[in-house]
């Protein structure tokens, strides 16, 4: 399949279905951006590993994104400016093609992620005090079941299970699973 033809699909998959809005809970909102690019003739998806100098999630693997502010106007507007500040993704350079469901995070954040491709090559100006190291993962790669799994983690003295992807050294949990595993469901279902 060409890669325009894979963009266009994931484009009519996010933009024919009813997204789940959380809305009702006093939680701050967020906005992620799930950077696609296409490498070596096929999709990849960017990640970053968190530095231990941030505030939240400290040295996690995530997508690009954080606290939406009021100046943004609008959660897109909140994933991009994100994505400038930590890895310096214009956000000219980003085609957003459609958005996921909203999630809660275990630090109760409501987290909007919106799906977007840029070029590839790319000039990344990577903030060193936010981000510790990009991931470049191909997507076939996260499709092979031995790489998905669940973990019980301990937050707030409660046990809770969490979905995990594991890529060469790097373990995706978290909320940045819970988004990948269903933008990965969405698509490839």
Not at 116 to 128: E, L, R
Not at 140 to 162: T, Y
Request: glycine fraction near 6%; charged fraction near 30%.
């Amino acid at each position: 399949m060409k890669s325009f033809d894979f963009i266009d699909e994931i484009r009519n998959i996010l933009g024919k279905r009813e997204r789940r809005v959380i809305g009702h809970l006093p939680f701050p909102k967020a906005a992620v951006l799930v950077p696609l690019f296409e490498k070596e003739g096929s999709c990849h998806l960017l990640f970053t590993k968190r530095t231990h100098q941030v505030k939240h999630h400290k040295g996690e693997i995530s997508f690009p994104g954080g606290m939406s502010d009021k100046e943004d106007g609008d959660l897109k507007k909140t994933a991009l400016r994100e994505a400038s500040e930590e890895i310096g993704l214009n956000e000219n350079d980003v085609q957003v093609l459609g958005t996921l469901d909203d999630i809660v995070t275990v630090t109760e954040f409501i987290v909007t992620p919106f799906v977007g491709i840029f070029p590839y090559p790319y000039p990344f100006k990577v903030s060193p005090t936010e981000i510790a190291e990009l991931i470049e993962v191909p997507l076939a790669s996260l499709l092979d079941p031995d790489c998905f799994g669940e973990k019980e983690i301990l937050h707030n003295d409660r046990k809770r299970i969490v979905q995990t992807y594991q890529y060469k050294h790097h373990n995706i949990w978290g909320a940045t699973a819970k988004i990948l595993k269903q933008f990965l469901d969405l698509i490839f279902s």
